[in-house]
Each structure stands twice: as structure tokens, then as C-alpha cells.
């Protein structure tokens, strides 16, 4: 006669690979999940994907700098001479061609916003030196126009305008 011990029972053998299983799970999901939230953006950034800025603070022939993204933005109120002076360049002649019109909003020439990083090496330019009136980079000597526009020096491309978009005559908002 054959007798079975409660070591043999097939039900509680199932529950134990069950409960560890579901343990392994558990302490999977406790190791990933760290790693799966410090992917996501901090707060802080998500607080400055976009920003309004008040154009009445700058006066004609002024450029402003504001902050986003941890970037500096150059908010610039150019002067009809300025305006005209990137108007007049042969397109054909620079190295990432780009008319002036295709680097402002419809309607709002005077005001020309660009990432005020250098496309070279990510440094920030100055405003008002060079030959061409517009920014210089000191780092390594690029060279831009009175619309971002790079003229000379190791930088290959334009100044990077970001998305932007006018509220009304006096306020834009960035992002």
C-alpha cells in the first residue's frame, strides 16, 4: 500500500512557484523603476518650456537676453538700417544661406530672436562687433550678420532660431 506525505502534494507545490515568482516580479519592478523615472524631465524644465517675454522692455537698436531651456535667447530690436543691411546681402555668398525673411515672423522684421550659442563650439557671442555688425563669438572668431547669419570663421551653420510665436504687438511667447 502507498502512502502519500503532505511533502508530495502537487497544490502546495504550485502556490510556492507562484509566491516566489511573484516576488522576483516584485523586486524586479522595485530595481527597474528608479531607473525608468530618472529618465523623465525634471520639473524645473518642464517649467520653462515656454516663456512669454514683454517686448516694451526693448528699446529700438537694443538686444535683450532672457533665459530658456538654460539657454540664452537673444531678443533683438533691430533698427531699419540693420534690417536693410541683411536685407541687401547676396544669399549665394553665405555658407548656410538663408534670406533675412526666412529668419523673422511675417510683418515683424524689427524683431529678430535667436539662440545666442555659437554653432561652432556652444559658446555665447557678443553683440556688436565684428565687421558685419552683428554678434562675434570670441572663442574661436566666428562671425555673424544683423540676422544671425554666419559670415566667417569655423561656425557652419546660422544662429538657430527657436519656435516662437507673437501674443500680440508687445508680448512673445518662446517654446
Known amino acids: 500500500m502507498a502512502t502519500t506525505s503532505s511533502h508530495d502534494d502537487p497544490n502546495r507545490r504550485d502556490f510556492i512557484h507562484i509566491a ?8 524586479v519592478a522595485a530595481v527597474a523603476w528608479p531607473l525608468v523615472d530618472q529618465m523623465n524631465p525634471s520639473g524645473d524644465t518642464l517649467a520653462l518650456a515656454s516663456i512669454e517675454f514683454d517686448l516694451t522692455k526693448v528699446v529700438l537698436g537694443q538686444q535683450v537676453i532672457v533665459k530658456w531651456r538654460s539657454k540664452p535667447v537673444f531678443v533683438r530690436h533691430r533698427t531699419p538700417k540693420e534690417i536693410a543691411e541683411a536685407n541687401a546681402v547676396n544669399i549665394s555668398e553665405l555658407r548656410d544661406p538663408q534670406t533675412d525673411a526666412e529668419r523673422v515672423k511675417p510683418g515683424k522684421a524689427e524683431w529678430l530672436i535667436l539662440i545666442g550659442v555659437c554653432t561652432h563650439l556652444g559658446c555665447v557671442p557678443n553683440f556688436g562687433q565684428g565687421p558685419y555688425g552683428g554678434w562675434l563669438c570670441p572663442c574661436h572668431g566666428s562671425i555673424y ?6 559670415r566667417a570663421g569655423p561656425a557652419p551653420l546660422n544662429l538657430f532660431i527657436p519656435d516662437y510665436t507673437f501674443l500680440s504687438d508687445t508680448k512673445v511667447k518662446i517654446g
Open 20 to 27: 516566489a515568482a511573484a516576488a522576483a516580479v516584485g523586486g
Open 145 to 150: 550678420d544683423t540676422s544671425g547669419r554666419i
